[in-house]
């Protein structure tokens, strides 16, 4: 009989609540607006043409190189980033092997890692979701071959200082170190200069958040460039769409319209986070377009009063440390006051069945 590799049947099945997502969209941290009217416009210009070739990813890397300022040998362009995680864990991790990941956090990292045969170490963050440095870098060992870590990270929006990032690094030569600045828009701080000095250190950036562009699929992978070269190795040559592929220099030109974006949600998480405090929730400050909120046992019914009112917002109660806890997207002024005045009444509705302090 057919049967998956052992380390495909130890995955436990990762199945986010996609399905029946109708409502305002503070569930996933996508952007609530969407994308420049400027690449939706290129989008619709697309012909037969454009659709019957396989599509050319070199001459766009050439852009985005140049949108970042590296050469288009240290950059690849994925599927999301959740290729770029995929594309790493493929080219640096043998079974037995172990990868490194803070807990709790995004995913797809353990997922990955695990698919590969190797043994993730998942080093709890410390008190309020503060990164462990002194954790992670006890834990690295001759087989650690994979570090990742988002920055700021998903779902608690800690975000961890430059300094131990490239700590991180420098501890570990031997193991690709993955940060993920798929918040990095929000945030602003980033560790992309150092990509190339530091021959392990990758750094994954996405269009799916602040440019609108969940759908479409879209990231970026960068690296030291003979690195790189053998991610290049295990990429399928057409990974990335034509129509992703199309859009994506109008996305970098429009660079006014993801600032405004970035800025306004900037505003208004300090606007959510103020709410918080007022309605007594307690939350951890974020550094990215979402904020943790710990509801308490009744977090099921608080998500569910939310769909009531037309609003999705996502049970992170699951998570390593986050019992009880709910984590908002922050949108465009408009949406955002409406999960304001949403978050209101629910937790006036829920009274004591919330965990609100004095
Ligand atoms: C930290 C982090 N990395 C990556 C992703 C996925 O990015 P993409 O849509 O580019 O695959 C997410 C999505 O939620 C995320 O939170």
Redesign the pocket.
Known sequence: MLEARKAVRDLQAYRPPLAGRQGLRMD??ESTVGCSPRVLARLRALDAEALARYPEREPVEQVVAEFLGLDAAQVVLTN???EGIHLLCATYLEPGDEAIIVVPT?AMYAIFAGAEGAKVIEVPAEEDFRFPLDGVISRIGERTRVIAV?NPN?PTGAAVARDALLKVAQAAPQAAVLV?E?YFEFHGESVLDCVGALPNLFVAR?F?KAYGL?GLRI?ILAGESKQMAMVRRVASPYNVNAAALAVLPEALRDREYVDHYAAEVQRNRELLQRALNEVGLHYWPSRANFVLARVGPNHGEFVQAFRRRGILVRDRSHDPGCAGCVRLTVGSDEHTRTLIEALREVVAEMGSRCEVQA
């Open positions: 996933f941290n999301g980033v959740d995004f988002a998903n993920d798929a996405t799916s969940a990231g």
